[in-house]
């Protein structure tokens, strides 16, 4: 179970930092990285207490990353 929440907080990470590389998102590195750990935390709880979630956790990551980098309203901000 650890090993799988450190992964999830890579992963989650990783895709914080690509989504500012790549312009999807126009929020700052750190404050992507912080959103995409909050999503992933949140799914993998989920998952957790509810068995909800696709077969890997690193697909799981992926998912809840984007999914809360989508959530927050960053198309407002100048």
């Known amino acids: 179970m650890f090993p ?3 992964g999830t907080v890579v992963i989650a990470g990783i895709m ?3 989504s500012e590389k790549y312009d999807f998102t126009h929020n700052g590195i750190v404050q992507s990285i ?3 750990i ?3 935390f949140l799914f993998y709880f989920v998952r957790l207490m509810f068995g909800f979630g696709f077969a890997s956790p690193g697909l799981n990551a992926i998912v809840s990353s ?3 980098l989508i ?3 960053t ?3 100048k």
């Open 4 to 6: 799988t929440m450190i």
């Open 16 to 18: 914080g930092y690509l």
């Open 34 to 36: 912080i959103i995409c």
């Open 38 to 40: 909050g999503g992933a």
């Open 66 to 68: 984007v999914g809360a």
């Open 71 to 73: 959530i927050v309203p």
């Open 75 to 77: 198309h407002w901000r």
